[in-house]
């Protein structure tokens, strides 16, 4: 891949800021066993752009669980099997809530408010479930061979994390019941978590992760070999514009307004941020803020668009 000349000395300069903060601040996602032991003092950084070029600096290749980043590609994956359809079981709104809310998910009838907090996932991983039976393949090999076309090399879940998660995340069981007592979910709940826990648990690079992403930037077209087409247009301003309102949890608004650009997380340190039809972006550093958010994500995040001037306003 061409290195972009532009943007490698911004990347550059933004890892050796980030370098001194390393472990001051924030803390890793402790109540998942497996990434309670991530070392905190960490920070990559990786562009694609629109052509292809690519700038790296930092662990850019060191691999990690991307956690909810990984709710991105699910989610396109149903937009393609279902299409408008997928909507009658979720909203398209901003949860103002923690990701992991049940309450919310009480007063709506377990209906999730939008496909990026936990729930919203899980019911999407019900209909990739439900897809995949009925054409004879399995949800989880679906995914991991979206995320090895998009990426361009072998892609892995992390089954100690994947074991991890299934081990204690009793409130997404909570959750997945709550929705399968409302009639919204059509599978049985250990297989539609097992599924959602190995979704969280793909292991990438934030170099896989934003050539993984180049879609996003494209109007759906594939990263890579530019020809076939991951969503179409209508569908990747979509994504994108849930990314926006719905992809940094209840710090959403906070995101908009000092970063300006579609970003997704995940408690696992990653995330992810498109500048439509310019490039696309992914940062990551284990420790989190109250929010759930990358710490230092957030920080590099603010600087990139400081110093390039790209924003989507």
């Known amino acids: ?120 996932a899980i019911a999407v991983a019900d209909r990739l479930v439900s897809h995949a039976r009925a054409e004879g393949g399995s949800a989880k090999a679906r995914i991991l061979a979206l995320m090895a076309s998009l990426a361009g090399e072998p892609v892995g879940f992390d089954e100690e994390v994947a074991r991890s998660e299934a081990e204690t995340g009793f409130r997404n069981v909570a959750l997945a019941n709550f929705m399968k007592s409302f009639g919204k979910l059509d599978n049985d709940v250990a297989e539609v978590l097992d599924t959602y826990f190995h979704q969280c648990a793909l292991r990438m690079s934030c170099r896989q992760l934003a050539r993984a992403a180049g879609y996003l930037c494209r109007d759906g077209a594939h990263p890579i070999d530019g020809e076939a087409a991951i969503t179409s247009e209508r569908q990747t301003r979509r994504i994108n514009a849930l990314m926006l309102t719905c992809g940094t949890y209840d710090a959403a608004g906070d995101v908009a307004f000092s970063i300006g650009l579609p970003c997704k997380s995940g408690v696992g340190g990653g995330i992810v941020a498109v500048v439509p039809d310019r490039l696309t972006l992914s940062v990551w550093s284990p420790a989190l803020d109250a929010t759930g958010n990358s710490l230092l994500g957030m920080k590099a995040l603010e600087m990139f668009v400081a110093r390039t001037g790209l924003s989507v306003f």
């Open 1 to 120: 891949m061409a290195t972009s000349t532009r943007f490698q000395p911004v990347l550059d300069e933004i890892a050796a800021a980030m370098q001194p903060l390393l472990g001051q601040a924030g803390t890793v996602a402790s109540y998942i066993p497996a990434l309670a032991r991530v070392d905190a003092r960490q920070f990559g950084i990786a562009l694609r752009t629109c052509d292809g070029e690519e700038a790296a600096a930092g662990d850019a290749d060191t691999p990690f669980s991307i956690q909810s980043v990984s709710k991105l590609f699910t989610l396109t994956l149903a937009m393609q099997a279902v299409g408008d359809a997928l909507w009658e079981r979720i909203g398209r709104e901003p949860s103002g809530n923690p990701f992991n809310s049940l309450v919310q998910l009480e007063n709506e009838q377990g209906k999730p408010r939008n496909p990026f907090i936990n729930a919203g």
